[in-house]
């Protein structure tokens, strides 16, 4: 059974950064695609990062590029995700997923492409 645990989240200020943790087990992390999503009050799921199996493709938001910076190390089973210049509008759930599709390079944002999923992390920006 794969398993995923977020950390990280927390209340921060506008303008300030923060660094989302998601340690895996129970599977071979060396061989998911990793994911990271949100989810805001009102609004759908949406794709944050990804990254492939090798870490070295990775795939952002469009909103998102320069601020935020997904990465990951094989050999802690953990992949991260670093946000700077957080704004109010990024307070969400953040969520980490794994997929087990694709080749080493390949990314994915499609949420169904993803079969696990951890429980998230809230992510709160005070104006």
């Known amino acids: 059974q794969v398993q995923l645990v977020e950390s990280g989240g927390g209340l921060v200020q506008a303008g300030g950064s923060l660094r989302l943790s998601c340690a895996t087990s129970?599977?071979?992390?060396?061989?998911?695609?990793m994911g990271w999503f949100r989810h805001a009050p009102g609004k759908e799921r949406e794709s944050v990062a990804a990254?492939?199996?090798?870490?070295?493709?990775?795939n952002y938001a469009d909103s998102l590029k320069g601020r935020f910076t997904i990465s990951r190390d094989n050999a802690k089973n953990t992949v991260y995700l670093r946000m700077d210049s957080l704004t109010p509008e990024d307070t969400a759930v953040y969520y980490c997923?794994?997929?087990?599709?694709?080749?080493?390079?390949?990314?994915?944002?499609?949420?169904?492409?993803?079969?696990?999923w951890g429980q998230g992390t809230q992510v709160t920006v005070s104006s």
């Open positions: 129970g599977g071979t992390f060396s061989t998911y695609g």
């Open positions: 997923a794994a997929t087990n599709s694709g080749s080493p390079y390949y990314t994915t944002k499609r949420i169904d492409d993803y079969r696990y």
């Open positions: 990254i492939s199996v090798n870490g070295l493709s990775t």
